[in-house]
Structures are given as C-alpha cells and as structure tokens.
C-alpha cells in the first residue's frame, strides 16, 4: 500500500504561480509512474502531467503545456508540479497518483491506469 499526500495548494492571483509536493509516507517512490490530475467542481477528474520512473519522460495535458512543470526527487521520495501563469480555468482540487509495475520510461494519462491516489489539494485561483 502506498500512502500519497500532497501539499502546497492555496489561494492565488491569476498569473501566479504555485508548486505542489507529493510524498509517500515511509516509502520510495522511485518504482512507480507518478501523475496529477485535478477535478474542478461539476467537471470530471482530468489528466494533468505525468513524469516516468526515471524522472526523463514527462507528459502535459494541452491546457497546461508551458505553464506547468512536473518533476521528481527519488532521493526524497517526492513528486513536484510547478504551475506557473495560473489563470482561473486551473481552479480544481489536484490529485497525485502513482502507478506501479512499470518500465523506466512508462508514461500513463488515464486515471484507471493508476493504482494509488493521495487526497487532493485544493487549488483556487482569483482573476
């Protein structure tokens, strides 16, 4: 079982920025495909970003190409999104999530792919 939390949702002004972590409580994650997805009220869960096992692939949702960066830290058992010129359309409670029994370089964008999910964090951007 791995447990995901994220952290570092908040309030801000559109064109800000924000980074998000995902941790894994007393394991590694460096086995796993990691990927975000968010849910914005009376919107279904989406894809966001997804980086592979070895931190080299990544993989962005159009809406968030150039504005997002999503990267890993095996070390630190961490998983990072830097969102960057927010604007209120990335308003949405952001997911972590972790896919196990993968190669290297696997990439997957489908919440069904997915074997672990953290909780969310909430992110509110003000236009």
């Known amino acids: 079982q791995v447990q995901l939390v994220e952290s570092g949702g908040g309030l801000v002004q559109a064109g800000g920025s924000l980074r998000l972590s995902c941790a894994a409580a007393?394991?590694?994650?460096?086995?796993?495909?990691m990927g975000w997805f968010r849910q914005a009220p009376g919107k279904e869960r989406e894809f966001v970003a997804a980086?592979?096992?070895?931190?080299?692939?990544?993989y962005y949702t159009d809406s968030v190409k150039g504005r997002f960066t999503i990267s890993r830290d095996n070390a630190k058992t961490t998983v990072y999104l830097q969102m960057d010129s927010l604007n209120a359309e990335d308003t949405a409670v952001y997911y972590c999530?972790?896919?196990?029994?993968?190669?290297?370089?696997?990439?997957?964008?489908?919440?069904?792919?997915?074997?672990?999910w953290g909780q969310g964090t909430q992110v509110t951007v003000s236009s």
């Open positions: 999530a972790a896919k196990g029994q993968v190669f290297l370089g696997t990439i997957a964008t489908t919440s069904h792919e997915y074997d672990y």
């Open positions: 980086v592979s096992r070895s931190g080299i692939s990544t």
């Open positions: 007393g394991r590694t994650l460096s086995t796993y495909t």
